[in-house]
């Protein structure tokens, strides 16, 4: 293998990466398995959004295995670049629930008592005497 083939595999490995997140822009988000357990609503993806992201991270790896010899690539690179900023201002909400929004915010099932219920019911230790 030769060191100019390496910038070809990142290329196809990234537009790998921009069909996943393009195929989870395509598919519906109501068929999501799990069951919502936290306190707070989760910030919705904007699906447009997500595929503009997508196409931005396509238009990377399309640059990355065209090289510097390709005439297109400073214009791909831009173009990746301004799709992917315009996909994450679309996703804001939800990106910052990721970013910042960390720590439990789950809820109790049915039959679990919450901690804060769990530490009232407990009858208090005495307090400790130091002679």
Known sequence: M?????PIILGIIVC???AGIIYDAATSGHVRPYRERRRRQRAELNSAGEWLAGLGTACLGVALIGGER???TTITVLCGVVLIVLGAVLNRTYLREMLLFRGSAR??????VPPEA????ETP???????
């Not at 030769?2 to 390496?6: A, F, M, S, V």
């Not at 809820?107 to 679990?112: K, S, V």
């Not at 230790?125 to 002679?131: A, S, V, Y």
């Open 2 to 6: 030769r060191l100019e083939h390496i």
């Open 70 to 72: 390709w005439r297109w």
């Open 107 to 112: 809820r109790t099932g049915e039959m679990e």
């Open 125 to 131: 230790d005495p307090p400790l005497r130091i002679r």
């Open 16 to 18: 790998l990466i921009a």
């Open 118 to 121: 769990r530490k009232k019911s």
